[in-house]
């Protein structure tokens, strides 16, 4: 069945620390990847995709996300986070179909 | 230009009752999604309307309905709600040719008791 891993449920950081979001799919067929942010009380937001190309993508606020194939993954990252990352993330997948499959989230906590 | 909108924002209902949400697109989106989002179960998808016909449809049960008018609007309906309704129920619009890239509202957040 289709869907999509993402192992860190929670994680609390300083700030200046560097962040990495794992995010693994399953199926190896063509996808369309997406991460998406929800901060405390605003709606989801674009943080950015991956539709083909160069598989090491930059999104808002400085993130950025790989795509490995090999490895069924497309792992979040940023070198330096800040108090206002404090937010939900969520990685998304689609299967070359019409709906995006999404995974649980990871709560980021990110202390002064 | 404007984002996707959601009316209501907040909701409270009781068991039996029926609700219908109502989500506009952003101007010149033609796809409109509908996800359920729950501290248990994260984002689960209902349905995708396009051009008023439904393209995709989730796992849920057929109290959960939508339909699509010719302006793009839509609107989601719950029937006999139950208690394991309660949830924040998300749109969302796309433009008709990349329907997975996805701009989402702010939700209805609806209460069932």
């Known amino acids: 069945a289709q869907s999509v891993s993402q192992h860190n449920h929670h994680v609390i950081l300083s700030e200046a620390a560097s962040l990495e979001l794992g995010c693994n799919y399953s199926?190896?067929?063509?996808?369309?990847l997406f991460w998406y942010v929800q901060y405390p009380g605003q709606h989801l937001q674009l943080l950015l995709k991956?539709?083909?190309?160069?598989?090491l993508v930059k999104g808002i606020k400085g993130f950025e996300a790989e795509f490995i194939k090999s490895k069924f993954s497309f792992n979040l990252r940023k070198p330096s986070v800040q108090w206002s990352d404090t937010a939900e993330y969520f990685c998304?997948?689609?299967?070359?179909?019409?709906?995006?499959?999404f995974g649980t989230g990871t709560r980021l906590q990110v202390f002064p | 230009k404007a984002g996707v909108t959601q009316t209501p924002r907040y909701l409270i209902k009781t068991r039996g009752q029926q609700v219908t949400l109502s989500c506009s697109p952003i101007?010149?989106?033609?796809?409109v999604s509908w996800y359920q989002q729950t501290p248990g179960q994260g984002l689960q998808f209902l349905f995708e309307?396009?051009?008023?016909?439904?393209?995709n449809k989730g796992n849920f049960p057929g109290r959960f309905s939508g339909r699509q008018f010719s302006n793009s609007r839509s609107e989601m309906n719950v029937s006999t709600l139950e208690l394991g309704d309660s949830a924040l129920y998300l749109c969302?619009?796309?433009?008709?040719?990349?329907?997975?890239?996805?701009?989402f509202g702010p939700g209805t957040r609806l209460t069932v008791t």
């Open positions: 969302a619009s796309s433009w008709g040719d990349r329907p997975y890239e996805q701009y």
């Open positions: 199926y190896g067929g063509t996808v369309n």
């Open positions: 991956y539709f083909s190309g160069d598989p």
């Open positions: 998304a997948v689609n299967y070359n179909t019409d709906k995006l499959i």
């Open positions: 101007s010149g989106h033609r796809s």
């Open positions: 309307y396009f051009s008023e016909t439904q393209r």
